[in-house]
Structures are given as structure tokens and as C-alpha cells.
């Protein structure tokens, strides 16, 4: 059975939904669409669900939605309908998305690093792009851009280079664990990476190298080969 639904107010989970047995399939299935986006793009994002087609599903009292992989904003987004963990079908939705996210404050032209000035928060619609949380100015602040970004655009995770846990030069702990015991001492990054890299730190005082797993930012765990 195929449903066509258009939703035109905004709808926001904190306000709640009437039990089950007051609320129509579209109601249940819009809400449970609102509560998957708000899941991948944060907590306070405000959804409107524009269009709705329902395909399926039945006349079910409580149901989930999971966006298809890839989905992403812009479009027609399909949902997967499961009740009580069983698959019910699946909807097809057009939405709008409010929520806060980093803007360019003026322009910053490719190579530069993002600082104090550059970027800003705002909450307005985001027209395009994956189910996530967008970049906050303050994820963003330090990174370098990857291309000419004009003001008032959107800065989006492809138009930077993401910041690194652990630099060169950078003063990181370094957590040795053997035979049970675990010390800890301050050393420096000889080289740059992500969790789960393995780099050179050297001892400040006796200049030895050694090597280290970088565990999260500024913690790397010395490897005893």
C-alpha cells in the first residue's frame, strides 16, 4: 500500500507526540523520520518534513526509520520502517534541516588557517550534503582550507583539511604500560598522525627516540617491540 503525506508545520520531537492510538501512521512515521535525522545531524536540529510516502509499513503503533546509506540532503531521502525490529517497508521523504554550523566570517583563501575572525556559528538551513553533524566554528578553528572560501559560505569537512591529534613539535604524553605497571612522562611528536598512527616522540632530557601509537589527542601509548 502506497501513502502520500505532506507535512507543512514544523515538527520537533521535544514537543512530543499524543499516544500511539491518537496519532496516524504519517504522524508516527514523520516523527520517527525527525528523530533518525536528528540523530546523525545533532539533538537540537530542527526538521521539516515537507513530503512523505510511505510504501508498506502496515498500521503498526510504534516505529523506527534508518536513512539509507549515502543519504544525503538535497534530494529525496529513503528511510527503512522497521516494527518491533522486523523490516515494515520503507518511506520516501523531502526535508529541511535547521541547525547550527560554521560559516566563513570573510573570505579565507585556499592554504590559510582558520582562526579568530574568519569563522562564525550560525543556525540556518543547510540546503545540501550528508546526515551529520555539521562543523561548529570551534571543530573547524586551526584547520587549513582546502580552497578559496567566500563569506558567508558554509564551511563543510571536504573544504578543510582536518586537524591532526597529534603534530610535529607538539608536546604529547607518553603512556608506557609493562609487567603490569603504568608510568607516564611528557615528551615531543617527531612526526604527525590520527589515533591508531604509529610515530617517533623523543625524551626532551636525553634526546632518544622512540616509537608510540597515537591513542587520542596529545596521548600516545610507547610500544615495547
Same mark, same amino acid.
Request: charged fraction near 20%; hydrophobic fraction near 50%; proline fraction near 4%.
Given at each position: 500500500?502506497?501513502r502520500?503525506?505532506?507535512?507543512?508545520?514544523?515538527?520537533l520531537?521535544?514537543?512530543?507526540?499524543?499516544?500511539?492510538?491518537?496519532?496516524?501512521l504519517?504522524?508516527?512515521?514523520?516523527?520517527?523520520?525527525?528523530?533518525?535525522?536528528r540523530?546523525?545531524?545533532?539533538?537540537?536540529?530542527?526538521?521539516?518534513?515537507?513530503?512523505?510516502e510511505?510504501?508498506?509499513?502496515?498500521?503498526?503503533?510504534?516505529?523506527?526509520?534508518?536513512?539509507?546509506?549515502?543519504?544525503?540532503?538535497?534530494?529525496?531521502?529513503?528511510? =527503512?520502517? /522497521? *516494527?518491533?525490529?522486523?523490516? !515494515?517497508?520503507? @518511506?520516501?521523504?523531502?526535508?529541511?534541516? &535547521?541547525?547550527?554550523?560554521? +560559516?566563513?566570517?570573510?573570505?579565507?583563501?585556499?592554504?590559510?588557517?582558520?582562526?579568530?575572525?574568519?569563522?562564525?556559528?550560525?543556525?540556518d538551513?543547510?540546503?545540501?550534503?550528508?546526515?551529520?553533524?555539521?562543523?561548529?566554528?570551534?571543530?573547524?578553528?586551526?584547520?587549513?582550507?582546502?580552497?578559496?572560501?567566500?563569506?558567508?559560505? =558554509?564551511? /563543510? *569537512?571536504?573544504?578543510?583539511? !582536518?586537524?591532526? @591529534?597529534?603534530?610535529?613539535?607538539?608536546? &604529547?604524553?607518553?603512556?608506557? +604500560?609493562?609487567?603490569?605497571?603504568?608510568?607516564?612522562?611528557?615528551?615531543v611528536?617527531?612526526?604527525?598522525g590520527?589515533?591508531?598512527?604509529?610515530?617517533?616522540?623523543?625524551?626532551?632530557?636525553?634526546?632518544?627516540?622512540?616509537?608510540?601509537?597515537?591513542?587520542?589527542?596529545?596521548?600516545?601509548?610507547?610500544?615495547?617491540?
Open positions: 500500500m502506497r502520500l503525506f505532506c507535512l507543512t508545520a514544523l515538527i520531537l521535544g514537543a512530543g507526540w499524543p499516544a500511539a492510538a491518537e496519532t496516524t504519517e504522524e508516527r512515521v514523520s516523527a520517527a523520520v525527525v528523530a533518525a535525522v540523530q546523525k545531524m545533532g539533538a537540537d536540529a530542527a526538521v521539516i518534513v515537507e513530503t512523505l510511505i510504501f508498506s509499513a502496515g498500521d503498526v503503533s510504534a516505529i523506527d526509520a534508518v536513512p539509507e546509506p549515502n543519504a544525503r540532503l538535497g534530494g529525496v531521502l529513503r528511510f =527503512a520502517l /522497521t *516494527a518491533q525490529g522486523r523490516r !515494515a517497508g520503507h @518511506a520516501d521523504a523531502r526535508l529541511h534541516v &535547521v541547525a547550527l554550523h560554521a +560559516r566563513a566570517a570573510r573570505f579565507v583563501p585556499r592554504g590559510a588557517t582558520l582562526g579568530d575572525g574568519d569563522i562564525v556559528d550560525r543556525r538551513e543547510i540546503f545540501e550534503g550528508p546526515l551529520r553533524v555539521p562543523p561548529s566554528a570551534s571543530a573547524v578553528s586551526g584547520c587549513r582550507v582546502l580552497r578559496d572560501i567566500q563569506a558567508g559560505a =558554509a564551511i /563543510t *569537512a571536504a573544504s578543510v583539511m !582536518a586537524k591532526l @591529534a597529534v603534530r610535529t613539535g607538539q608536546t &604529547v604524553t607518553a603512556v608506557s +604500560r609493562a609487567f603490569g605497571v603504568e608510568v607516564s612522562a611528557t615528551m611528536a617527531a612526526d604527525s590520527n589515533p591508531g598512527s604509529i610515530i617517533r616522540v623523543v625524551n626532551r632530557d636525553t634526546r632518544r627516540a622512540l616509537r608510540a601509537r597515537i591513542i587520542s589527542n596529545e596521548i600516545v601509548e610507547i610500544i615495547h617491540d
